[in-house]
């Protein structure tokens, strides 16, 4: 039993386990890929294919913004188990590269209320150039006593 425990961290730090309330399915649809959300903190990756490519040969900046977008909201679930909604409310994006290549958006919560999370993201490609910084402020809606329980933090 001790070997599946390593195997189910990684499960619960997944995209699936981020977003399995949220009943999104858009990460897969961009093919955005979260490595890990934990206590504020998410890791996501998008590979350059042809579907996400401009005619610079660059990863295009809307598949970029939708990169740092999931890698937010990741972090800001994961602050609290009883979060059982996030959205967007601002997005600040720079743009100082093109993105080529294998890209991963690091992000972290700066702060948080009990309404808002403020959180910065980083994007880089697999050397370690950084392509794009941003700033975004989610909106965090936790569960009500009536709903059922969520799988994360608590928003007390």
Same mark, same amino acid.
């Given at each position: 039993?001790?070997?599946?425990?390593?195997?189910?961290?990684?499960?619960?730090?997944?995209?699936? &386990?981020?977003? @399995?309330? !949220? $009943?999104?399915?858009?990460? +897969?649809?961009?093919? =955005?890929? #979260?490595?890990?959300?934990?206590?504020?903190?998410?890791?996501?990756?998008?590979?350059?294919?042809?579907?996400?490519?401009?005619?610079?040969?660059?990863?295009?900046?809307?598949?970029?913004?939708?990169?740092?977008?999931? &890698?937010?909201? @990741?972090? !800001? $679930?994961?602050?609290?188990? +009883?979060?059982?909604? =996030?959205? #967007?409310?601002?997005?600040?994006?720079?743009?100082?590269?093109?993105?080529?290549?294998?890209?991963?958006?690091?992000?972290?919560?700066?702060?948080?209320?009990?309404?808002?999370?403020?959180?910065?993201?980083?994007?880089?490609?697999?050397?370690?150039?950084?392509?794009?910084?941003?700033?975004?402020?989610?909106?965090?809606?936790?569960?009500?006593?009536?709903?059922?329980?969520?799988?994360?933090?608590?928003?007390?």
């Amino acid at each position: 039993m001790a070997e599946n425990k390593p195997e189910e961290q990684r499960k619960e730090n997944s995209a699936s &386990a981020v977003f @399995a309330n !949220a $009943r999104n399915r858009f990460p +897969d649809l961009v093919g =955005v890929k #979260t490595e890990r959300a934990v206590k504020g903190k998410a890791r996501c990756t998008l590979e350059q294919r042809d579907g996400n490519s401009n005619a610079f040969e660059s990863i295009h900046g809307g598949a970029v913004a939708s990169l740092i977008d999931v &890698a937010a909201t @990741a972090a !800001a $679930r994961s602050m609290a188990v +009883d979060i059982a909604r =996030v959205a #967007t409310l601002s997005l600040t994006i720079t743009y100082m590269l093109p993105a080529r290549g294998p890209v991963a958006a690091e992000a972290v919560v700066l702060s948080s209320g009990k309404r808002i999370a403020n959180t910065r993201v980083d994007v880089s490609t697999s050397d370690g150039t950084l392509v794009a910084t941003a700033l975004a402020n989610i909106r965090l809606q936790c569960t009500k006593p009536e709903d059922p329980p969520a799988p994360r933090v608590r928003c007390d």
